[in-house]
T-cell receptor, first 113, second 118 residues
Framework: AQSVTQLDSHVSVSEGTPVLLRCNYSSSYSPSLFWYVQHPNKGLQLLLKYTSAATLVKGINGFEAEFKKSETSFHLTKPSAHMSDAAEYFCVVTLPGGNQFYFGTGTSLTVIP | NAGVTQTPKFQVLKTGQSMTLQCAQDMNHEYMSWYRQDPGMGLRLIHYSVGAGITDQGEVPNGYNVSRSTTEDFPLRLLSAAPSQTSVYFC?????????????????FGEGSRLTVL
């Protein structure tokens, strides 16, 4: 079975400081992993995805994530937070060819001016 | 670029009423799905389809029906609304990978439909 655990339900950072949103996954096979962002009252937008190519994945808006198989982690980072980064972030896992995406419960990021 | 379009954006129902949430995509995606989003629970899959005429249940299918008569449309029907179905509903589509599933492709989301059942 596949699942993801987002270790923090809320993260608060000051503008200009680094962002770290943590995600651990459980999968019997080589998974595909995604990070999505949801701004208030909006749909979800893909930030980045890992699909068994390079383990360090770069996404939009300066975000990146590193796939660490030994730690079953896929943490999302950004060197310097911007006010516009305030949103809900979801870690998602699926199997190649699978029919279901499994979502974490989300991490709410607050950016303090 | 319409992408995934959901209607209505907001709806209030009384217990026992029925309604249909509409979803249409113009990307020729074979895979379409419906999720509900509840506070602290992430997104949970209700039903999905890997092509016209093919549907299957997700994690929380009870109380919902779907059909897929065309590639573009994937309506979600609430047969007899209950307060427990108060939620935000998202439709999402993707191209089909190997074995007909979404594969490693990303999901494209609509902007959501907020449903309140009184």
């Amino acid at each position: 079975a596949q699942s993801v655990t987002q270790l923090d339900s809320h993260v608060s950072v000051s503008e200009g400081t680094p962002v770290l949103l943590r995600c651990n996954y459980s999968s019997s096979y080589s998974p595909s992993l995604f990070w999505y962002v949801q701004h208030p009252n909006k749909g979800l937008q893909l930030l980045l995805k890992y699909t068994s190519a390079a383990t360090l994945v770069k996404g939009i808006n300066g975000f990146e994530a590193e796939f660490k198989k030994s730690e079953t982690s896929f943490h999302l980072t950004k060197p310097s937070a911007h006010m516009s980064d305030a949103a809900e972030y979801f870690c998602v896992v699926t199997l190649p060819g699978g029919n279901q995406f499994y979502f974490g419960t989300g991490t709410s990021l607050t950016v303090i001016p | 670029n319409a992408g995934v379009t959901q209607t209505p954006k907001f709806q209030v129902l009384k217990t026992g009423q029925s309604m249909t949430l509409q979803c249409a995509q113009d990307m020729n995606h074979e895979y379409m799905s419906w999720y509900r989003q509840d506070p602290g629970m992430g997104l949970r899959l209700i039903h999905y389809s890997v092509g016209a005429g093919i549907t299957d249940q997700g994690e929380v299918p009870n109380g919902y029906n779907v059909s897929r008569s065309t590639t573009e449309d994937f309506p979600l029907r609430l047969l007899s609304a209950a307060p427990s179905q108060t939620s935000v509903y998202f439709c999402a589509s993707s191209y089909a990978g190997l074995a007909g599933g979404p594969g490693t492709g990303e999901l494209f989301f609509g902007e959501g439909s907020r449903l309140t059942v009184l």
